[in-house]
């Protein structure tokens, strides 16, 4: 099974620009990073195909986000621009054996977990 490992959580402040990154073990057919704020379920955010670099949003980051890989070095990032208070939330990158994976069920593989917190 493939191994995740996030990083680049943190405080920022409405506005700002932060980049996350996830090093897997292996490749995947798709990647994808989820969120989880206080008191609400895990929820898709962004994915891209590991073969070809497709990516897909979620509608509220579309535009915001973009989410990018690195073969070479089998790392993911989601870059988050003009970020909002209701960004705030621990974002999880997801591996799947699953073409345009955006369920959580269809991903086999999770990392621990960073912290993104957007206040002033």
């Known amino acids: 099974q493939v191994q995740l490992v996030e990083s680049g959580g943190g405080l920022v402040q409405p506005g700002e620009t932060l980049r996350l990154s996830c090093v897997a073990s292996?490749?995947?057919?798709?990647m994808g990073w989820f969120r989880q704020a206080p008191g609400k379920e895990r929820e898709f955010v962004a994915g891209?195909?590991?073969?070809?670099?497709?990516?897909y949003y979620e509608s509220r980051v579309r535009g915001r986000f973009t989410i990018s890989r690195d073969i070479a070095k089998n790392t993911m990032h989601l870059q988050m621009k003009s970020l909002k208070p209701e960004d705030t939330a621990v974002y999880y990158c997801?591996?799947?054996?699953?073409?345009?994976?955006?369920?959580?069920?269809?991903?086999?593989?999770w990392g621990q977990g960073t912290q993104v917190t957007v206040s002033s």
């Open positions: 292996g490749p995947s057919v798709a």
């Open positions: 997801a591996a799947s054996r699953s073409p345009v994976a955006t369920r959580e069920i269809e991903f086999e593989a």
């Open positions: 891209i195909m590991w073969i070809g670099g497709s990516e």
